[in-house]
């Protein structure tokens, strides 16, 4: 079934739109505070729709994630009570955010390096460092490195590739797709099962 060839064919569209960098900045300033959807959903395809912009999109992206990053560090640091607990408590991720608080506690740093660059989200290392008062400055910079590196080398696998790798992309956007919704089906069994 294909469903993921639509979308994706939508996500190309969007890319090309005329305001498509103003979506991308409040994507990505909001992803890093509460939006469930990863960034790279956006970049890639307005990367490969214009790869003479590449850069200039995931500087954007960059710089307006690391603002929202900012937000999600406030938030942390003068909402705890109010805003985050109940939050955690309604989606039953006290566990989760214990495991989480560890983490920081053990690993500091370089816990904020990962969760920026990596698949990790990076809302939830925001707000935990906010909440564990981790020092503002190395937040900032480690962010900025770490989301900057994400955002590059996106961009720039995109611009390289240019249209083959559109047309190559597209070919097997379902498999990839269902590919991944299997892998996620798969851990939550296996954390179910373990758990």
């Given amino acids: 079934m294909k469903i993921f060839?639509?979308?994706y064919?939508?996500?190309m569209k969007a890319a090309r739109h005329q305001r498509s960098a103003y979506y991308l900045s409040t994507m990505s300033f909001a992803e890093s505070v509460f939006f469930p959807v990863p960034v790279?959903?956006?970049?890639?395809?307005?990367?490969?729709?214009?790869?003479?912009?590449?850069?200039?999109y995931a500087f954007l992206a960059t710089v307006f994630s690391v603002m929202g990053g900012a937000v999600g560090y406030f938030l942390g640091?003068?909402?705890?009570?109010?805003?985050?607990?109940?939050?955690?408590?309604?989606?039953?991720?006290?566990e989760k955010f214990e495991v989480t608080?560890?983490?920081?506690?053990?690993?500091?740093?370089w816990v904020?390096?990962?969760?920026?660059?990596t698949p990790i989200p990076y809302k939830v290392a925001t707000i935990t460092a906010g909440v564990l008062h981790m020092a503002f400055l190395p937040f900032m910079v480690v962010s900025l490195i770490g989301r900057?590196?994400?955002?590059?080398?996106?961009?720039?696998?995109?611009?390289?590739?240019?249209?083959?790798?559109?047309k190559n992309l597209r070919k097997w956007i379902d498999t990839?797709?269902?590919?991944?919704?299997?892998?996620?089906?798969?851990?939550?069994i296996y954390s179910s099962i373990k758990g």
């Fill in 77 to 94: 640091l003068l909402a705890y009570d109010s805003m985050i607990i109940p939050a955690i408590e309604a989606m039953g991720y006290q």
């Fill in 40 to 56: 790279d959903v956006m970049l890639a395809p307005m990367a490969l729709a214009r790869p003479h912009k590449a850069w200039h």
């Fill in 176 to 188: 990839i797709g269902w590919t991944v919704v299997l892998l996620i089906v798969a851990a939550l």
């Fill in 101 to 109: 608080k560890q983490w920081f506690s053990e690993k500091g740093i």
């Fill in 112 to 117: 904020m390096f990962i969760a920026s660059f």
């Fill in 148 to 166: 900057g590196l994400r955002f590059f080398l996106v961009a720039s696998l995109m611009k390289w590739g240019g249209a083959t790798m559109e």
């Fill in 9 to 11: 064919d939508w996500a």
């Fill in 5 to 7: 060839t639509p979308l």
